[in-house]
Structure formats: structure tokens, C-alpha cells
């Protein structure tokens, strides 16, 4: 349902950009977003956005991360600037999608983003 692409290395202070497109029987996409995990860690949210276009974000990339979306395309996008080396983590997208008869939440496959100092 959810296919992310994207990500790899970058080097610390530079971008990347990942997407996460939804596919299938969709209705209606309601909340779009991105999670990452490291290694023996819980997954935590980075930045969610409402199909209204409202966002929000994780403390830790205010000001240097950006999602949207394009809702035509059933995709969300996670725009990394000014990359980190504390940004490796896997990323997860998700979406909260009506398909049938009621919302469910996918989740995509993960993808490495490794930032070298």
C-alpha cells in the first residue's frame, strides 16, 4: 500500500529528500506522515501533515525539515535539510487510508538514511 524511496548517505549538512507513495483502493487519505527508529530504539514521529495541509514536527528538525504532500498523487514527501548525523535512522512513512469501509493505518518499508560527519 505504502512505497517509500528516497534516502542513503549524505554527508552532515546536506539534503535529502524522501516520498512515500500510497497505492490501491484508497477513498480518502486523512493523516500522512514519518516515523523513524534506530537500532534498539523506539520508533518516534518526525513530522505528520493533515490532508488539510496542517503540520507538525518533532522538536528535533523544526526549522530544518519539511513535509508535504500531494494529494492527487497520494504521496508525502519529507524534505531533510542541513542533515545531522543524529538523523541516521530508519524512516518509516505512514498514512492513515480509507479503503472499504474503514481507516486504517499502513506503513511503508523503511529506508536508511545514513548521515557521515
Known amino acids: 500500500q505504502l512505497q517509500a524511496s528516497g534516502g542513503g548517505l549524505a554527508q552532515a549538512g546536506g539534503s535529502q529528500r524522501l516520498s512515500c507513495a500510497a497505492s490501491?483502493?484508497?477513498?480518502?487519505?486523512?493523516?500522512m506522515g514519518w516515523y523513524r527508529q534506530a537500532p534498539g530504539k523506539q520508533r518516534e514521529p518526525v513530522a505528520d501533515?493533515?490532508?488539510?495541509?496542517?503540520?507538525n514536527y518533532a522538536d528535533s528538525v523544526k526549522g530544518r525539515f519539511t513535509i508535504s504532500r500531494d494529494n492527487a498523487k497520494n504521496t508525502v514527501y519529507l524534505q531533510m535539510n542541513s542533515l545531522r548525523p543524529e538523523d541516521t535512522d530508519v524512516y518509516y512513512c505512514?498514512?492513515?487510508?480509507?479503503?472499504?469501509?474503514?481507516?486504517?493505518?499502513?506503513w511503508g518499508q523503511g529506508t536508511l538514511v545514513t548521515v557521515s560527519s
Open positions: 505512514y498514512a492513515k487510508i480509507l479503503s472499504g469501509i474503514e481507516w486504517r493505518t499502513y
Open positions: 490501491g483502493s484508497i477513498f480518502s487519505i486523512n493523516d
Open positions: 501533515i493533515t490532508n488539510g495541509g496542517r503540520t
